[in-house]
Nanobody, 117 residues
Framework: QVQLVESGGGLVQPGGSLRLSCAAS????????MGWFRQAPGKQRELVAS???????NVQDSAKGRFTISRDITKNTVVLQMNSLKTEDTAVYYC???????????WGQGAQVTVTS
C-alpha cells in the first residue's frame, strides 16, 4: 500500500505564493507518476501538474509559468510550488499517485488553497 500525506496550503493574496508538499510512503515501486489535482467548489477535479518516475513534468496550461512540480527522491516527497496565484486557483489540492494497473487511485487528504484579497 501507498500512503500520501500533504502539507502546506493556506490563505494568500492574489500574486502571492504557496508551497504544497506530499510525502509518500509504502510500496513506492508500484508508482509510475505523482501528481497534483485540484477541485474548486462546483467543479470537477482536474490535474494541475504531474511528474513521472523518469522526472518528466507536465503542467496544466492555466498554471504554466506559475506552478512548478518537483521531487526529492531522498525524501520521497513531491512539491508543488505555486507563484503568482490568482483567485481562480482557489481549490482543495490533492496529491495523487499513478499506478499502471489502477490509474490515479491513491490520494492524499487534500489541502485548502484560498486566494483572496
Amino acid at each position: 500500500q501507498v500512503q500520501l500525506v500533504e502539507s502546506g496550503g493556506g490563505l494568500v493574496q492574489p500574486g502571492g505564493s504557496l508551497r504544497l508538499s506530499c510525502a509518500a510512503s509504502g510500496s513506492l515501486l508500484s508508482i509510475n507518476a505523482m501528481g497534483w489535482f485540484r477541485q474548486a467548489p462546483g467543479k470537477q477535479r482536474e490535474l494541475v501538474a504531474s511528474i513521472s518516475r523518469g522526472g518528466t513534468t507536465n503542467v496544466q496550461d492555466s498554471a504554466k509559468g506559475r506552478f512548478t512540480i518537483s521531487r526529492d527522491i531522498t525524501k520521497n516527497t513531491v512539491v508543488l510550488q505555486m507563484n503568482s496565484l490568482k483567485t481562480e486557483d482557489t481549490a482543495v489540492y490533492y496529491c495523487s499517485a499513478f499506478r499502471p494497473a489502477y490509474g490515479w487511485d491513491i490520494w492524499g487528504q487534500g489541502a485548502q488553497v484560498t486566494v483572496t484579497s
